[in-house]
């Protein structure tokens, strides 16, 4: 695979065992994770930032050792809190909140709040002279592609797209089945 200077590969990370930030990947997401290095070994990346929860780093280690890189982390890309408390009806508020980007709950995020803080992120990683890497989670995912609802219930896990200079956002879709 050959990619534009500037690119950016946005990866959703792999299965977890739970939604917390110290949740690790699970046996398949392991093995995810190196079915992932597998693929993108040979792609010229010069960059690896990574949400600093544990689910996302695990994703990401493989491929980072492979390419004998350091992984940066960037608090920007963890995932978005859609409330501080227990949300009985959490689907329903987050369609609500993909409709609705103002919208916050008590104690969290609007994804209006989240994509800027994704979009900051992703422009302070980018490499513009070579191809970066960003692990994150899927409702940031979705915010940063511009996805509705429909398309964050959508995202795998994991989940790779890439995001060249000048062209849609697109899936990688032969990636880590």
Known sequence: MKFPAGTVILIRHARAGGQE????????GERQA???A???WEVDITRIVSSPWL?????IRPLAARLDLPVQMDERLTERRLSRQPLP???TALRASFTLPPLAFPGGESGQEASTRALNALNAARDPAGLTVLVTHGNLLALLLGLDF????ALRNPDV????PARAPYRLEDCCD
């Open 55 to 59: 689910r996302a780093v695990q994703t």
């Open 34 to 36: 190196t079915q992932l």
């Open 161 to 164: 797209w890439v995001l060249e």
């Open 89 to 91: 009806f959490w689907k």
């Open 21 to 28: 930030p110290d949740a690790p990947l699970t046996p398949e």
């Open 38 to 40: 597998e693929q993108l």
């Open 150 to 153: 429909g398309g964050w219930a």
